[in-house]
Antibody, heavy 115, light 107 residues
Framework: QVQLVQSGAEVKKPGASVKVSCKASGYTFTSYDINWVRQATGQGLEWMGWMNPNSGNTGYAQKFQGRVTMTRNTSISTAYMELSSLRSEDTAVYYC????????WGQGTLVTVSS | EIVMTQSPATLSVSPGERATLSCRASQSVSSNLAWYQQKPGQAPRLLIYGASTRATGIPARFSGSGSGTEFTLTISSLQSEDFAVYYCQQYNNWPLTFGQGTKVEIK
């Protein structure tokens, strides 16, 4: 069965970076885009960007341009999202999801930014 | 970017009743519209894609309609497990954008 399993919760200080992983199983990793979406507590869903695992091509929401990097390691079917220059407003649950009409989601990774 | 506007923000419905949720796009998204259900502490779950196609395993009481800029999600007879927040999302243009959500609560 298709699964996306994300890395565990992180606590970071302002100005630091965080790298979240998303390990795919149950399908051919390079066949479908991976999207990253975040959700602050009690808030709605915010799309951050996408990556084509086959080509490595990426596209980022303008809000995150210059701070976010999406990469992958095809040998272990894992996608990564790194967000730098963290601030308190980046405290959120970060999700990876397969495809633009996201049929499978990771379980979410809570990133807390606090001094 | 395309702005997605959902209404109402909160919908109070009794179990067994019909619920109708609306989603409007600021410009045409063709039929590239998805609906998701999210319960507290859980990831969103895809209900509808292509504006009207139910995702795998989604009960027939969920239906989607519309195209262009106006879309509707209908839950024909609400079950206890359907009380949740529902989001629409367009994937016709980048950046992908979500509506702000409609909370369906027990009346």
């Amino acid at each position: 069965q298709v699964q996306l399993v994300q890395s565990g919760a992180e606590v970071k200080k302002p100005g630091a970076s965080v790298k979240v992983s998303c390990k795919a199983s149950g399908y051919t990793f390079t066949s479908y885009d991976i999207n990253w979406v975040r959700q602050a507590t009690g808030q709605g869903l915010e799309w951050m960007g996408w990556m084509n695992p086959n080509s490595g091509n990426t596209g980022y929401a303008q809000k995150f341009q210059g701070r976010v990097t999406m990469t992958r390691n095809t040998s272990i079917s894992t996608a990564y999202m790194e967000l730098s220059s963290l601030r308190s407003e980046d405290t959120a649950v970060y999700y990876c999801a397969r495809k633009s009409d996201s049929d499978y989601w990771g379980q979410g990774t809570l990133v807390t930014v606090s001094s | 970017e395309i702005v997605m506007t959902q209404s109402p923000a909160t919908l109070s419905v009794s179990p067994g009743e019909r619920a109708t949720l609306s989603c409007r796009a600021s410009q045409s998204v063709s039929s590239n519209l998805a609906w998701y259900q999210q319960k507290p502490g859980q990831a969103p779950r895809l209900l509808i894609y292509g504006a009207s196609t139910r995702a795998t395993g989604i009960p027939a009481r969920f239906s989607g309609s519309g195209s262009g800029t106006e879309f509707t999600l209908t839950i024909s007879s609400l079950q206890s497990e359907d009380f949740a927040v529902y989001y629409c999302q367009q994937y016709n243009n980048w950046p992908l954008t979500f509506g702000q959500g409609t909370k369906v609560e027990i009346k």
